[in-house]
């Protein structure tokens, strides 16, 4: 047997291959452990509560939008159009319970659920609309959700002839600002929602069909998997998420703007590829998703306390794109050469 071969039924035996994989998998995990500690040692006034809940807090609607982008890709597709959706939800939500839009004479316990129930409906419309264009009219992924981010960027500067809205209901701006044992609400909000999906990838039948029509759409078409169903679904849940994440911000920031938002996608495609989601589809993990948000919050906290010019903080995360992209290569020759 050569060494190689050695190597490789070495590797593949046993509890090598276990530990191997977990650390593939967590690799992320690593390196923000690391990130953190090198932060709290070297920065002054990093190592403080309030800061790791400021990062928790500030996490909330990139990592929404994470979850959102990372379902669609882990099913093979494409949704550049969450932030757009987030933006519009938010002016919705804005326009529905401010002072300054249409002005809605409601109790807040009533304005509450309206402006959600609006919000969640744009995200299931938008959703929809999307996997119409993908998988009835037949336009690519990529093409047709950056054209309908277009068109609803275009529509929240529309909106409301370029303006903001604000005044915000009382009771929906509490929405943000409420908190739980000490920890703001958003943060434990975005937890939930990771914990939350995290189990429907895994546990689920429907995790399970994601992931396989990712990795494979046609083997998934002739084992009788609803395909069409299922992409339809993860379409829609980006939608759903988006919109949600849009209500939370109109509430965080008391009302809506024309720019509101403007480049999170980006961040969050960043988050997602650094958590280890494959483009190709089929592979990652949200907990590693939410690493990822953890990582690129906490280096822009680390910036800002350094009184560091904002730029860094977007040539940092390309880097950081560009090593995920390299250290996914990496685990791919991993595992065919010795898992």
């Not at 609006?118 to 299931?124: D, E, N, P, R, V």
């Not at 730029?311 to 995920?324: D, N, S």
Request: glycine share 10%; hydrophobic share 60%; aromatic share 10%.
């Amino acid at each position: 047997m050569s060494h190689d071969n050695a190597l490789q039924a070495d590797f593949s035996a046993g509890p090598t291959r276990q530990i191997v994989e977990l650390l593939l998998e967590h690799a992320v995990w690593l390196i923000l452990i690391v990130l953190l500690a090198v932060f709290c040692i070297f920065i002054p006034g990093y190592a403080q509560t309030g800061i790791f809940f400021n990062i928790l807090e500030q996490s909330t609607f990139i990592g929404l939008l994470s979850v959102s982008l990372a379902i669609v890709i882990i099913a093979g597709q494409m949704d550049l159009s969450c932030e757009a959706t987030m933006a519009l939800s938010a002016m919705v939500t804005a326009w529905l319970g401010s002072s300054q839009g249409l002005n809605l004479d409601l109790p807040g316990w009533l304005i509450v659920p309206i402006t959600l129930s609006a919000a969640l409906l744009l995200g299931i419309v938008i959703g929809l609309f999307n996997a119409l264009l993908v998988l009835r009219v037949g336009v690519t992924a990529f093409i047709a959700t950056l054209a309908t981010y277009i068109f609803f960027r275009g529509t929240v500067v529309a909106f409301n002839g370029g303006k903001g809205i604000f005044g915000l209901n009382s009771d929906l701006r509490a929405v943000a600002t409420f908190r739980v044992f000490g920890t703001p609400g958003l943060a434990v909000i975005t937890i939930f929602i990771f914990v939350i999906f995290s189990a429907i990838l895994r546990k689920t039948p429907f995790g399970r069909y994601l992931y396989l029509l990712g990795g494979n759409a046609v083997a998934p078409f002739r084992a009788g998997i609803p395909v069409v169903k299922v992409a339809v679904w993860a379409f829609v849940i980006s939608g759903l998420l988006s919109a949600f994440a849009g209500w939370l911000l109109a509430a965080r920031t008391a009302g809506a703007t024309a720019n509101l938002g403007v480049g999170m996608i980006f961040e969050a495609f960043a988050a997602v590829v650094i958590g280890g989601v494959s483009l190709k589809g089929g592979v990652g993990s949200l907990p590693g998703v939410f690493a990822g948000v953890l990582l690129l919050t906490s280096i822009r906290t680390a910036i800002n306390l350094l009184g560091m010019p904002p730029q860094y903080t977007q040539m940092i995360q390309g880097a950081l794109v560009l090593a995920a992209m390299t250290l996914d290569s990496f685990k791919q020759v991993i595992r065919v050469r010795y898992l």
